[in-house]
């Protein structure tokens, strides 16, 4: 029966079964996966670090076998391409190739002018008799001694000057300018010479010479021209700039070469040097650029080599390859967080460093995360597959949420639809039975009722049994067709005679109540196979909704006729019509419309599914035409009989 579906009290214990079977382990395997991916996380970044250590070890291993090399070639007495030697001895220091740096602390010393040949010719120059000391710088002028020659055209030069004759003055420092093995108290006597020739074409109104002069002193100064000292550079670079308007700046490069240089020659003489093995390196940086000294210090010679940026950035790339292989950036620098190589490695977990102490290279040695790099997954789960499975946990559980809530709402549905069912159909029992049973009160009062009334009560008795009748046939019915137990004996008949029987036995119900049914029938017979009681109680239930759902019309019209190679059978009314919306649900069993059930109608909500399950059975369909506020037209439409 179809009364055995109850929404009951099982749906909250239903849903509390599913949450129990399916939410709460769903849930725990979630937490767990999520605790799973955070702890793979942790183990890989550990991994990472470990494979950055291993590679900062395999860096310092490579550096130290380049540092190694070199020193060997140190020791051999060669320059590796790509360096400055420094030579320390008791007498001061030199550098090669000599040009690289601008200044050395004790740089090899040039031979002193003489100035022995000059002290008669001076004594006189002093008494203020300059004059008669000019034939004896003349003469001395020509010496073959470089050191007479050059203290000669010095002082030639002197007294041409202070005589004011320039150009004769300007022509003895030139001819200065030309000696480059003679130095005046350590200043070279080329370089003495051009300063003063550089000043005086100054003080004589400068112009283009001398504007050629002092450019050509600038970048003499800049390449390295001289040996100097920190300060003589210093002194001359500042005169050039002041002449040329453009101040001397060495290269960065350079500058630091010398300043190794220097911190070489003040340890030297502060503690001689002495080091494990006597051998030792350290870094220089400034800027972006650095420079490292390797030095070996033996008896009261010390041997050292400054490696330039362009040698040092081939030995990091070579030894920054270990390290790219893992995912990982080397950077070198100083211990005062200067780099010689690579952007500063920044700060947080995961970054390895490797002291001087630890690594004994001269350098700092970081192995920082490449932003965006390689990351190399070794751990046992697979995040992207963990997530997978996460995500389809998460799509299982909506999906059986999701299917719990229709189904939920489907038995609500329906328990709502079967309630409404028993109280219809309670109320379908009660109208006969209170006039079957009002009639039999009077009969049963009175006995002296006319024959004529009797009679009329009889009927009234009739009328109400067969509607009873019907009813309960009708829902017996029903719960067959519902259990597919209802046999139809289809037979031949003319459609056209079922039709009439059927509108003339429901004229008897509807004509007292004021309504005309018109039929409109083909002239030729229309053969349909069906099971005559079957099809006649789906006309029925047709009529019976037409006549119920009139409103204030009174007509209903029954049209049979053929269409192409179909039977149709039509009732129309001129009712209130179907909203579209519940054209479809109407056909579903239990189910009223709105309106039927506001303004109170009676049914049950079975009539159509019957006569849509009957129609079926006949292989054919019912068809629903009109609209709301206009009427009805349910047409059952049949294969032709053969
Ligand atoms: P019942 O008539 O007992 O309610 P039915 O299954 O016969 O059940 O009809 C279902 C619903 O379809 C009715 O409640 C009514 O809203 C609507 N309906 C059926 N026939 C008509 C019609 N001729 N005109 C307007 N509404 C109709």
């Not at 093995?277 to 210090?297: I, K, P």
Request: charged share 25%; proline share 5%.
């Amino acid at each position: 029966m179809w009364m055995e579906r109850g929404a009951g009290g099982s749906l909250p214990r239903l849903s509390l079964l599913y949450l129990g079977l399916l939410v709460i382990p769903a849930a725990t395997l979630i937490v767990l996966g999520l605790r799973l991916l955070e702890q793979d996380k942790a183990i890989s970044a550990q991994r990472a670090v470990e494979r950055r250590e291993a590679a900062a070890d395999r860096a310092a291993r490579a550096l130290e076998l380049l540092l190694a090399d070199l020193d060997r070639q140190l020791l051999s007495g060669s320059t590796p391409e790509g360096s400055v030697r420094l030579a320390v001895t008791g007498s001061g220091m030199e550098a090669r190739p000599a040009h690289l740096a601008p200044w050395l602390p004790e740089p090899p010393r040039l031979p002193e002018a003489d100035t022995r040949a000059f002290q008669e010719a001076e004594t006189l120059e002093f008494r203020n008799a300059g004059e008669k000391a000019l034939p004896i710088y003349e003469r001395l002028s020509r010496s073959a001694s470089a050191g007479v020659r050059a203290g000669a055209l010095l002082r030639l030069a002197r007294v041409h000057r202070r005589a004011g004759r320039v150009d004769a003055a300007l022509e003895a420092y030139r001819q200065l300018s030309r000696t480059d093995t003679i130095a005046f108290e350590r200043m070279p006597a080329d370089l003495l010479a051009r300063r003063a020739l550089c000043d005086l074409l100054q003080e004589s109104g400068g112009g283009a010479e001398l504007s050629r002069e002092a450019n050509s002193l600038h970048d003499d100064l800049l390449a390295g021209r001289w040996r100097l000292d920190r300060v003589s550079w210093t002194l001359a670079a500042e005169q050039a700039g002041r002449w040329t308007g453009r101040p001397v700046e060495p290269g960065e490069e350079n500058r630091l070469i010398s300043e190794a240089a220097e911190w070489l020659w003040q340890e030297w003489k502060r503690q001689g040097l002495a080091g494990p093995a006597n051998r030792g390196s350290r870094a220089f940086a400034r800027g972006d650029t650095g420079v490292t000294l390797l030095w070996h210090a033996s008896g009261d010679r010390v041997s050292a080599v400054v490696i330039l940026p362009g040698l040092f950035h081939r030995w990091a790339n070579n030894a920054a390859a270990a390290v790219n292989d893992v995912g990982g950036r080397l950077v070198l620098g100083t211990d005062a967080d200067l780099f010689l190589f690579g952007q500063p490695p920044g700060t947080g977990p995961g970054i390895v460093k490797r002291n001087p102490t630890d690594t004994g290279l001269p350098w700092v040695l970081w192995v920082s995360p490449q932003p965006g790099g390689r990351n190399v997954v070794e751990s046992g789960i697979r995040p992207e597959l963990l997530m997978l499975g996460l995500s389809s946990i998460v799509l299982f559980l909506t999906a059986g949420i999701f299917l719990l809530w229709w189904t939920v709402r489907r038995e609500l549905a329906v328990a709502r639809l079967q309630a409404d069912f028993v109280s219809a159909v309670s109320h379908e029992f009660r109208t006969p039975l209170t006039a079957m049973r009002h009639v039999t009160e009077l009969l049963d009062e009175d006995d002296q009722i006319p024959r004529e009334r009797r009679k009329a009560f009889y009927a009234a008795l009739g009328r109400n049994t067969d509607r009873l009748q019907r009813l309960v046939e009708s829902l017996l019915d029903f719960s067959r067709m519902e259990r597919g137990k209802r046999p139809y004996d289809l037979k031949k008949l003319d459609a056209r005679e079922l039709t009439n029987r059927v509108v003339e036995e429901f004229r008897g119900e509807a004509e007292p109540r004021g309504f005309a049914i018109e039929v409109e029938s083909a002239s030729d017979s229309l053969p349909i196979m069906a099971d005559d009681d079957a099809l006649g109680h789906a006309l029925w239930n047709l009529l019976d909704n037409a006549v119920k759902y009139s409103g204030d019309s009174r007509i209903v019209r029954d049209i049979v006729k053929r269409r192409l190679e179909s039977i149709v059978i039509s009732v129309r009314d001129e009712g209130f019509g179907i909203p579209a919306q519940e054209r479809k649900e109407i056909f579903r069993k239990f189910v009223r419309g709105e309106q039927a059930r506001r303004l109170g109608i009676q049914g049950t909500g079975i009539g159509l599914a019957m006569a849509s399950h009957i129609v079926a059975a006949h292989r054919g369909k019912i068809e629903l035409e009109g609209a709301e506020g206009r009427g009805s037209v349910f047409s059952i439409v049949l294969p032709q009989g053969a």
